[in-house]
């Protein structure tokens, strides 16, 4: 992620949009592929991006894509935007990660192992997407910010035959 994008992804946070508004109005963006090419392209005029912008965009959300527009950084707008969500999850002590398991784990698993992670990283709270995947032949494989912690039957078959190689 580059720095730009965290510039921008802290200064959205900083501008206080209710996440409801922020999020309609960034699904809208993000459909329209079509949208985002021309609010990106050198041959539309800045008058016309920001005449389309007003047309469809409320608010201060309005003004901040007006503003991605006036310094040529909308080619950025996904990497801003998960920016932000990376900056919106740490100051609201929030941390998302993902968990790859076999058999899918209940819910009280899924508690004490999210209890772990609120403990280990001092936040208030974890998500974790869950994805099934077969192939870890058991155990799982957690991954949170810089981390992974492989519990997996693949993952110490794999360690196994890396030690009795180098011996």
């Known amino acids: 992620m580059t720095q730009?994008?965290?510039?921008?992804?802290t200064a959205l946070y900083e501008l206080h949009i209710p996440e409801e508004e922020l999020m309609a109005q960034r699904a809208l963006l993000m459909e329209s592929k079509e949208l985002t090419k021309n609010l990106t392209s050198p041959i539309v005029s800045m008058k016309e991006k920001h005449a389309v912008i007003?047309?469809?965009?409320?608010?201060?959300?309005?003004?901040?894509?007006?503003?991605l527009c006036d310094y040529n950084?909308?080619?950025?707008?996904?990497?801003?935007?998960?920016?932000?969500?990376?900056?919106?999850?740490?100051?609201?002590g929030k941390m998302a990660g993902e968990l790859f398991y076999v058999t899918s784990p209940t819910d009280a698993q899924l508690e004490e192992i999210k209890g772990f992670l609120c403990k280990k990283y001092n936040k208030n709270q974890i998500e974790l997407?869950?994805?099934?995947?077969?192939?870890?032949i058991g155990g799982f494989i957690l991954r949170i910010g810089n981390y992974e912690y492989d519990w997996s039957y693949a993952g110490r078959l794999k360690a196994l035959q890396q030690k009795l190689i180098k011996k």
Do not use: C, V
Not at 4 to 9: T, V
Not at 73 to 92: K, T, V
Not at 129 to 136: A, C, N, R
């Open 54 to 67: 007003d047309r469809i965009f409320t608010g201060k959300f309005k003004n901040f894509l007006k503003k």
């Open 73 to 92: 950084s909308m080619g950025y707008l996904e990497e801003i935007l998960q920016a932000y969500d990376l900056y919106r999850n740490e100051a609201e």
């Open 4 to 9: 730009l994008a965290i510039n921008y992804g």
């Open 129 to 136: 997407e869950l994805k099934h995947t077969p192939e870890l």
